[in-house]
């Protein structure tokens, strides 16, 4: 076919087209810098900032991002295991933080396939309620454990860390988008 009839030939409507995230297709993320990123932001959680009440939780933070972009790499178990070391960390009541990171984690899991195919502000709205639902829960069962209520300070955290999460996904898929763009100057 010759370039005139290519242009007289109607387009078809599939080649319009366009996927809900018009963001480059990701490469998987490596399991170094995944890792690395979990224990560096583990390391961050042990400072004392922490202790201001609505601190957000980067480590929750960091720890769902990567359960919704690499489920198979970051799941329920790594949650746990990290809950029970800041668990132990804080020296409160074994297993909040394990009980809290473990549903936030499943959350992310349980919507990784749909949330994958939106924004960035779009997974935030939907991650904003597992963690205050993750926080929440915890805090509940905490309060009736401990027999006082500790205030609404947790709620305040878990909003912050959710309104984090565009700048989670900027820096955390930064590798990525660098090698979008050597690979756009590479052709």
Known sequence: MSNKDQARRP????????????????????????????????????????????????LLLVLAFWCLHEPGRVGLLSAFGFGILMDVHDAGLLGMHALSYTLV???????????????????TVHMIPILVVGAGV???????????????DWLWSALITGALWPLADI??????????????NAV
């Open 105 to 123: 984690a499943y959350g992310a899991v349980a919507l990784h396939r749909r949330l994958q195919h939106f924004s960035v502000w779009t997974q």
């Open 11 to 58: 387009r078809s409507p599939l080649m319009a087209l366009q996927p809900i995230d018009s963001a480059p297709f990701r490469h998987p993320s490596g399991p170094i810098f995944i890792w690395s990123s979990i224990g560096l932001i583990w390391v961050l959680s042990l400072l004392p900032w922490r202790l201001w009440y609505p601190a957000p939780d980067l």
């Open 138 to 152: 915890a805090r509940l069962l905490g309060a009736w454990l401990n027999g006082e209520w500790g205030g609404w």
């Open 171 to 184: 820096l955390l898929f930064l590798p990525q988008r660098h090698l979008d763009d050597t690979d756009v």
